[in-house]
């Protein structure tokens, strides 16, 4: 089973919507996958909190109503920032789950997100996020301690826009906005106890360490960069607490429960989320290309240096342990150097040890590592 499971997720042409494959890997996981080791516990909408919020998804909305009074902090252009007037905060997939460049409603973001309000039929007093990730392939993690319960909904897809903090800028904000990219990280977490509005704001710093831990356990690249991605430019959050609570708590940082509470539902919805709406996981990364990627090993290069196999026979070989392994070491190499924990005269000397014989190119060795392999390689 775990075999017939790696050789779907391995392939992208597999990952089509209404493909026998698809299908089959949808109901494994909804049956069998928790998301690895770190999930903490997964639910599903609609779910009724504590304090009597309720969730619930509609099509393409994820919907939060609040049953009192809420201090909110949002990312969001509208409503956004610590409120504690709203009634309801939402997540709408406005691709209407075809995952596409989102086009804006109004001039500015702030008037496309209360024009998306508007549409949904939604108070006025409301914030809310927008994404092209699916919502049906939302991800829910929760954690509860000594009365407090910490609940992550999540929606995640970066294959398209995915990015690293300081890569260079795709548009400034005086040139305007045309619209919206496909794919981002959305967050709704949800607390039954009352935090004050310094301690929520510490909640958001912790969540998105969470965030960029998630992603860099995947491996998920920077288009933009050779980095590894920390999300994507469009990433947002919702944060709500209860300030009619009798439990009010004071830390959110990763010293405290409640820190390691957020930590960990986060990283278990955000995973399980990238899992569900791009096929991200440890198991894909056993593979030349993508591991290499954002180095520049590209389709296209294989295809060039290879020429004497087809498409499918050159990823049978990216994806051989004995290829994909020395990859993996290759790639750690050549972060170390971005990084300046290695000199390039340093990853060239352990390069050499790697390939005795090769280009003074880390990359370009790796490559004729390939050639090599591919000789003696005997395909299935």
């Not at 049906?136 to 903090?165: F, P, Q, S, Y």
């Not at 990859?327 to 750690?332: E, I, K, P, S, T």
Request: net charge negative; charged share 20%.
């Amino acid at each position: 089973m775990l075999h017939l499971i790696n050789e779907i997720y391995f392939k992208d042409t597999f990952w089509e919507e209404g493909t026998p494959h698809m299908e089959f890997l949808k109901n494994y996981i909804e049956q069998n996958w928790t998301g690895g080791p770190n999930v903490v516990g997964q639910t599903a909408l609609p779910m009724t909190f504590r304090n009597n919020d309720r969730a619930y998804q509609e099509e393409h909305l994820m919907l939060i109503k609040f049953a009192g009074k809420r201090r909110v902090l949002s990312t969001s252009a509208w409503n956004g920032g610590i409120r504690e007037d709203l009634c309801c905060a939402f997540n709408y997939d406005q691709s209407q789950g075809k995952t596409v460049w989102c086009e804006l409603l109004e001039p500015t973001i702030e008037g496309h997100m209360r024009r998306i309000g508007e549409n949904l039929g939604l108070p006025a007093l409301n914030t809310g996020l927008c994404t092209a990730a699916q919502i049906k392939n939302m991800a829910i993690a929760c954690e509860e301690w000594d009365g407090v319960t910490v609940t992550t909904l999540a929606t995640a897809g970066i294959d398209e826009n995915g990015g690293r903090a300081g890569d260079p800028a795709s548009w400034q904000e005086r040139n305007g906005v045309t619209g919206l990219p496909a794919g981002t990280i959305n967050l709704l977490i949800h607390f039954d106890c009352d935090l004050p509005p310094g301690v929520l704001a510490g909640a958001l710093l912790t969540a998105t360490e969470a965030k960029c831990a998630a992603i860099q356990e995947l491996q998920l690249p920077s288009l933009v960069s050779s980095g590894i991605a920390t999300g994507s430019g469009t990433d947002g959050a919702v944060l709500v607490c209860d300030p009619t609570s009798p439990i009010h708590l004071t830390d959110t940082g990763k010293h405290s429960k409640l820190g390691e509470m957020i930590g960990r539902t986060v990283l278990s919805a955000v995973k399980s989320a990238l899992f569900r709406q791009t096929g991200a996981s440890p198991g894909r990364l056993h593979d030349a290309v993508r591991l290499l990627g954002r180095f520049g090993l590209t389709e296209e290069v294989l295809a060039a240096s290879l020429p004497e196999l087809t498409a499918e026979k050159r990823h049978q070989l990216c994806r051989r342990e004995e290829v994909w392994t020395v990859a993996a070491v290759c790639a750690h190499l050549m972060d170390q150097q971005t990084w300046g924990v290695l000199s390039p005269e340093q990853t060239k000397a352990v390069g050499k040890c790697l390939f005795p014989v090769g280009s003074e190119n880390l990359l370009n060795a790796f490559i004729s590592f390939l050639a090599e392999q591919s000789k003696i390689w005997k395909p299935d």
